[in-house]
């Protein structure tokens, strides 16, 4: 019998902010090292750092901006007398609505950060009853969601059509989460 395939949870409120999107990966770095569904995550900065992709001192900033933004609050462990220790985060933000996002996608060091909150924009308006795995989403709608230019956003799908996570038409609407189906069969 074959186990079934992790997914992160990504929530939609997520997508709605207006913070950087290295911030962004950030969060979804945090999440890697959450328990279930528990919103108290214990984890150190360097940990996060290589999740992410990115320099301790970056993730710090990031992790002030979410904090910031109501996502997170932060609570330092200091272990002994010395500053060595980690870090408590507890979550936030509404996680009601959410993308189920596979492991091997949300950290994929290859892909940008916002080639994934694109992953995330087409994840959430896929009808996932339908089982075709296939989001009707123009350019337009799409640059709306991301926060980004309609050209920005043909290089965004150009990389995850590279990467073999998304296929789609040129100028079509019509593009298939083509890993997800993968992951079905």
Known sequence: MMAKRQHIRVPYVLLTLTIPSE????????????DGTNKQIRVKIQKIAERA????????????TLCDSNMLSRKQIIHGKDAWG???????CDETYYAA???????DLKLSALELMTY???KRHTDLNK??????MD???L????????????KLKRGLRRAGYIDYVRDDSQITLIHERQLEN
């Open 23 to 34: 911030a962004k990966r950030v969060y979804l770095a945090l999440l890697h090292s959450r």
């Open 53 to 64: 992709g990115l320099k301790e001192r970056q993730v710090k900033k990031h992790i002030r």
């Open 86 to 92: 980690s870090n408590e985060y507890t979550i936030k």
């Open 101 to 107: 996002i596979p492991y091997e996608i949300a950290f």
């Open 120 to 122: 995330c924009a087409l």
């Open 131 to 136: 089982q075709d795995f296939t989001c009707w």
């Open 139 to 141: 350019k337009n709608k």
């Open 143 to 154: 640059a709306e969601e991301v926060g980004c230019s309609t050209n920005h956003i043909d």
